[in-house]
């Protein structure tokens, strides 16, 4: 697909989809479960056995105050937390039953499998809007033919909700979008390669209002397609996007834990521990 393709600068093209011609087999939106995670910086213990279940085509919220191990938890949920040379965990994380950790299992599939969105937007910048959603392909040695990326760059931008913005100028460098373009070009690169999972840390912090509004509208489009974990700081945007919710504490130097999780309607409106209710409600953290 070249810039030139689309006349009509207002006009919403729907990409024509091939299935099958982009080159990924994706296995559909999985359940992630992490079953007694714990997890070390030398010998500082962050998290203590931590259990919790991140239902397939759900978004799942990680609420809790600064330092609490949100981040930590996410990014073991998709072995970025071993990149860290002082780092160590325990525990399994499962993704449709299957131990991501396992020996066998290469750490390039679980990275594939579950995406992961950043607080920064962090697209290419010097990179063609273009080829920054077909980036990982290359990451991952996945092959595709000319009109298989076409179909797939309009697929991955119309699903982040990018495609009308920019479908007339796709070789424009993606540092030349706004902060919130840039976001959902990262959503849109995070989906190129069909993963089952997204992680995403705290993707609106860095976004003005409106922007994070058609970031949140993005996710609500996508999660029927990906189970998505979100963590975030802000309680309404946790009550507006999410379906369950875990809140986790770190109180006075221990270990991160999970305090309460279930259904994001509950968790506010009828939490059953104080400190829940407290942290919702917004009296600390
Ligand atoms: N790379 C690192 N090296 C050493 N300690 C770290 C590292 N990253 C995080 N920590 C520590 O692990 C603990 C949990 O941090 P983490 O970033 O996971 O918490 P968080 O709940 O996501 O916080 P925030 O909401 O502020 O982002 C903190 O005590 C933090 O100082």
């Known amino acids: 697909m070249s810039s030139d393709t689309s006349t009509e600068a207002d006009t919403v093209v729907q990409p024509r989809v091939v299935p099958g011609r982009a080159a990924v087999a994706g296995q559909g939106p999985a359940t992630l479960r992490a079953e007694a995670v714990s997890a070390w910086f030398g010998d500082h213990k962050v998290l203590d056995r931590v259990s919790l279940t991140m239902p397939a085509r759900r978004v799942t919220a990680l609420i809790g105050p600064s330092g609490c ?14 990149l860290v040379g002082s780092a160590s965990l325990a525990g399994r994380v499962l993704l449709d039953e ?10 390039t599939r679980a990275r594939r499998e579950i995406g992961m969105v950043f607080q920064k937007p962090n697209p290419f910048p010097a990179m063609s809007i273009y080829d ?3 980036a990982g392909l290359k990451l991952n040695a996945i092959k595709a033919t000319r009109d298989g ?9 119309t699903k982040a909700g990018l495609w009308s913005e920019v479908k007339d100028r796709l070789r424009q460098p993606g540092g030349a979008l706004s902060g919130g373009q840039q976001q959902r070009l990262c959503i849109a690169r995070s989906l190129a390669v069909r993963p089952r999972v997204l992680l995403m840390d705290e ?39 999410s ?3 875990a809140f986790f504490l770190a109180s006075h130097g221990t270990p991160g834990v999970i305090v309460e999780h279930g259904d994001t309607d509950a968790m506010f409106d009828s939490p059953q521990d104080e400190r829940t209710s407290d942290y919702v409600n917004g009296r600390f953290g």
């Open 69 to 82: 191990g949100k981040s930590t938890f996410l990014r073991i949920l998709n072995r970025m937390h071993e």
């Open 98 to 107: 299957q131990d991501i950790y396992d020996r066998g299992r290469r750490i």
């Open 132 to 134: 920054n959603v077909l």
């Open 149 to 157: 990326k076409d179909d797939l760059v309009a697929e991955c931008l």
């Open 203 to 241: 993707p609106c912090s860095a976004l003005d209002p409106t922007s994070t509004r058609r970031i949140e509208e993005t996710i609500a489009e996508l999660k029927s397609e990906v189970t998505i974990v979100i963590v975030t700081h802000n309680m309404q945007q946790a009550a507006r996007v």
């Open 243 to 245: 379906d369950t919710c």
